[in-house]
């Protein structure tokens, strides 16, 4: 069973930082890219950032582009997001997601999400 | 930057048919996905390259995608299917990022 599980999130004052991770198991998570989407409380989702699977390609929106970092370590399974330079429109909950790693890529499995809190 | 224009909101009667339309330029050129998502939940795939359906998703959904609108069709809809809705492309035309639409509230009467 594929699961995702992220962690890390919380209440950061603006200008911090703060690293989330997902753990993945259950597939071979050396063979997909990965994917962050985040949500704003009450609002849609929104992609953030893409990895591939060896990290060779590496993609970010516009919004989080020179404060956010993806990273995947695959000998851990896992997926990160360092994410500097905080505002408070960073607040949501932020869901790793796999990616179909086909041409136009969907993402068929997500994990439960974490929520990050930027306020003062 | 691509664009996905959807409904805020569809009022569909149990039993009855819900289309959800996501509006893009020239999105039929495009390969469309759909999520559905419920509150406090994370989003499921329901729909992907337009049409196909995963694993465990009923036939009642379907999809398809011409011109500028991709519609996701809900058959003889449920009180489960009572949720948001979102559908998703990946553009590559300037820059590689994934775009989401700004999703629909189903609502079953």
């Known amino acids: 069973e594929v699961q995702l599980v992220e962690s890390g999130g919380g209440l950061v004052k603006p200008g911090g930082s703060l690293r989330l991770s997902c753990a993945a198991s259950g597939f071979t998570f050396s063979s997909y890219s990965m994917n962050w989407v985040r949500q704003a409380p009450g609002k849609g989702l929104e992609w953030v950032s893409s990895?591939?699977?060896?990290?060779?390609?590496?993609y970010y929106a516009d919004s989080v582009k020179g404060r956010f970092t993806i990273s995947r370590d695959n000998a851990k399974n896992s997926l990160y997001l360092q994410m500097n330079s905080l505002r408070a429109e960073d607040t949501a909950v932020y869901y790793c997601?796999?990616?179909?790693?086909?041409?136009?890529?969907?993402?068929?499995?997500w994990g439960q999400g974490t929520l990050v809190t930027v306020s003062s | 930057s691509y664009v996905l224009t959807q409904p805020p909101s569809v009022s569909v009667a149990p039993g009855k048919t819900a289309r959800i339309t996501c509006g893009g330029n020239?999105?039929?050129?495009?390969?469309v996905h759909w999520y559905q998502q419920k509150p406090g939940q994370a989003p499921v795939l329901v729909i992907y390259y337009d049409s196909d359906r995963p694993s465990g998703i009923p036939e009642r959904f379907s999809g398809s995608n011409s011109g500028n609108t991709a519609t996701l069709t809900i058959s003889r809809v449920e009180a489960g299917d009572e949720a948001d809705y979102y559908c998703?492309?990946?553009?590559?035309?300037?820059?590689?990022?994934?775009?989401f639409g700004t999703g629909t509230k189903v609502t079953v009467l």
């Open positions: 997601a796999r990616d179909s790693s086909n041409y136009d890529p969907y993402f068929d499995y």
């Open positions: 020239n999105i039929g050129s495009k390969s």
């Open positions: 998703q492309v990946w553009d590559s035309s300037s820059d590689h990022r994934g775009v």
């Open positions: 990895i591939s699977s060896s990290s060779s390609y590496i």
